[in-house]
């Protein structure tokens, strides 16, 4: 039997991240890809500001394009953001997780592709972990820690606990309840990875482009990100719960389509499709996840590091796993005796302003009709592109509470105007 100090169950963002930080400590890790190659299950759109690069260290390799400009269309009108500069870049998601694992390799960490989890157990101290290898060979490991990365699945942490177990006290150990599924903010994913025509292509260079509104996407939102040799990604998300002026709804796939029809004016045989991928996203309301049970710790979209209003996950995923690999090391070196310190930095850090995205995006996909969309971009347009790029990536809400005043005191200065020219009458 192989022993390890951590094995992490999988190979997305957050477990290579933290797969990387912790081998490069010296640390015994073991990743665990249950896919057998990084091209398969390639759902991610990632579209991240440019200090992304900067933070974890990333290669140009690893990314599809550079964007300078953001553009929001609605069922009536559209409005661009730009600048003179890059603002981020689009992650090509299959060389990132590459990358990423390679790094695990390159620094004595062990990778294995084709791996899905199956179970764990405590025996005499010992974590072993039983792996089942795509053809039906079972494997078992030892280890110190378990890190669950296996994204929405949540596959080890749902296994931690039973309903009947009590929510921990501040002296428990054995620590926390399930959360309840009825908690769970769900929505499903698809995405077109289109190669197009060199013109068309270039309509949408340096751009991420966003649709709102009932006739792009009800119940959520649609997307054209560019990536590299003419290709397009092309995408929409759809949340699990009623809407308030719509009872009923066209398949994800119809509303891509019609993107790619009417905005992008293409007809079937003017495109290729390269890939078709999808995903679903379970964002627990409140951040009222499983963090930790033992020695076994949650990350990335486990503990719901994606921001429910853009759905970006990457970069918060390996900024969980940053903040999870310091917290494992202190564990491993006996200086902590579970995982609470790390869910609460967490919740810190995100909670409050995540809350805040939650209820925004639930507004703006379950409840707000076209007008008040049309009237949402109207009043951003007043908002510089640095001002959009603090909202959009860094939650800067105030923003938008300061906009709303000035945009305010205009409405009531012309309204006000209006009435002093009719008096003159």
């Known amino acids: 039997m192989k022993n390890f100090d951590i094995v992490i169950i999988g190979a997305g963002p957050a477990g290579g991240q933290c797969a990387r930080v912790l081998t490069k400590k010296g640390y015994k890790v073991l990743l665990v890809e249950q896919h057998p190659n990084f091209l398969q299950h390639d759902f991610s759109s990632a579209g991240t500001p440019l200090e992304t690069l900067n933070k974890f260290d990333l290669p140009t390799d690893v990314v599809g394009s550079f964007w300078q400009k953001i553009t929001i269309v609605t069922t009536n009108i559209s409005h661009t953001w730009s600048s003179q500069e ?8 299959a060389k990132l997780r590459e990358f990423l694992a390679s790094e695990v390799e390159k620094h004595g960490g062990e990778v294995w592709f084709g791996y899905r989890y199956i179970n764990h157990q405590i025996l005499d101290g010992e974590t072993l972990v039983e792996l089942r ?7 078992t490991v030892s280890t110190k820690i378990l890190v669950d990365a296996s994204g929405p699945a949540r596959a080890v942490i749902s296994k931690c606990l039973s309903p009947n177990i009590a929510s921990n006290s501040p002296d428990q150990t054995t620590d926390q309840p399930p959360a309840k599924s009825d908690k769970f903010f769900v929505a499903s994913g698809i995405e077109y990875l289109i190669e197009v025509p060199a013109n ?11 649709f709102l509104g009932y006739k792009w996407m009800p119940k959520g939102y649609s997307w054209i990100f560019p990536m590299e040799n003419n290709r397009l990604k092309v995408g929409a998300a759809k949340c699990h719960l009623p809407h308030l002026h719509i009872a009923k709804t066209e398949a994800i796939k119809w509303y891509i389509e019609l993107i790619i029809k009417e905005y992008l004016e293409l007809t079937k045989e003017q495109y290729t499709i390269v890939d078709i991928h999808g995903a679903n996203v379970k964002y627990c309301s409140g951040l009222r996840d499983i963090y930790y ?24 995923g390996m900024d969980n796993a940053m903040i999870a690999s310091k917290y494992i090391d202190q564990y491993l070196q006996g200086k902590l005796n579970n995982f609470r310190p790390y869910e609460r930095e967490i919740k810190r850090r995100y909670a409050v302003k995540w809350n805040i995205s939650e209820q925004m995006g639930r507004r703006r996909y379950l409840q707000d009709n076209d007008q008040y969309i049309d009237k949402s971009v109207n009043f951003l347009k007043s908002f510089s592109t640095e001002d959009m790029i603090n909202i959009l990536f860094y939650y800067k809400f105030d923003k938008l509470y300061r906009g709303l005043a000035k945009y305010l005191q205009k409405k009531l200065s012309l309204w006000w105007q209006s009435c002093r020219n009719y008096l003159r009458i």
């Open 133 to 139: 290898k795509v053809g039906g060979e079972k494997i």
């Open 293 to 316: 049970h033992q020695n076994i710790i949650g990350i990335g979209d486990v503990v719901s590091s994606i921001n429910m209003l853009g759905g970006e996950g990457i970069r918060h």
């Open 200 to 210: 068309i292509y270039e309509k949408c260079a340096n751009n991420l482009i966003f």
């Open 86 to 93: 890059q603002l981020g870049a689009v992650l090509n998601f």
